[in-house]
């Protein structure tokens, strides 16, 4: 039996098939993607670069020896790989559990293809069982809390060492439980309207083209 570290670890080299040589690559936050990270190391003559999402993707991917491009600096990406917290049969995820959303929405939102990198314990009937970040601004955030109790979510500030954690963008993270979000895109379109939120963690507008999921029996690839 694999361990969810051996599984990450078999996602990640998997992902290296779509990355395309002499290009730049997206790339994404969390556990799963410092393996695909490590993983591209020993193809990085092979490419350009990388585009990141977090603070703590660039420092892996320049300890590496790998370039690193600011978003503005480059134009369309042919792929972007990341995981995902939560991933439905529709490619629609929940992302940010590492508070990285609205960096990994604005590098999604620049590639052509979303490969979404995870292990089976992600793939899910209906998006909502894992607390919902949602990145808002620090005025807005009781606000927020109770738009969310409106709709049966109950919202809690992410806390680090006592205080609100603090995202790259120097804003907070509302985490929200109880909800079942049955339509993803439509949810999406809503809560990214109200004033004070910077970014909601239902990815349904840049979902994943592919899942490469890690399985007990090796890497299942979905296509959406």
């Known amino acids: 039996m694999l361990s969810q570290d051996e599984l990450k670890t078999l996602v990640g080299q998997a992902a290296l098939e779509y990355v395309v040589p002499g290009d730049v690559v997206g790339v994404g936050t969390g556990s799963t993607v410092n393996k ?33 491009f600011e ?34 929405k604005i590098v999604a939102a620049q590639s052509r293809q979303f490969v979404c990198i995870a292990d089976e314990s992600k793939l899910v009937e209906t998006l909502g069982k894992f607390p919902l970040p949602v990145e808002v601004i620090p005025m807005a955030t009781q606000r927020v809390i109770r738009q969310f109790a409106a709709m049966g979510g109950v919202g809690t ?40 939120v910077v970014t909601v963690g239902v990815f349904a507008h840049q979902r994943a083209q592919v899942c490469l999921l890690g399985t007990a029996s090796g890497v299942k690839k979905l296509s959406f």
């Open 157 to 196: 500030v992410r806390l680090k060492n006592g205080a609100p954690l603090v995202t790259d963008n120097g804003q907070h993270i509302v985490d929200v439980t109880g909800l079942k979000i049955t339509d993803p895109l439509a949810f999406e379109t809503q809560v990214s309207q109200w004033p004070g």
């Open 36 to 68: 695909f990270i490590d993983a591209l190391g020993t193809m990085k003559d092979r490419v350009k670069g990388a585009v990141s999402s977090s603070e703590a993707s660039t420092e892996r991917l320049k300890a590496l020896g790998i370039p690193v």
């Open 71 to 104: 978003a503005s600096e480059v134009g369309d990406l042919s792929v972007y790989i990341d995981g995902a917290d939560e991933i439905d049969g529709h490619g629609n995820m929940i992302k940010g559990g590492g508070a990285a959303l609205t960096r990994e």
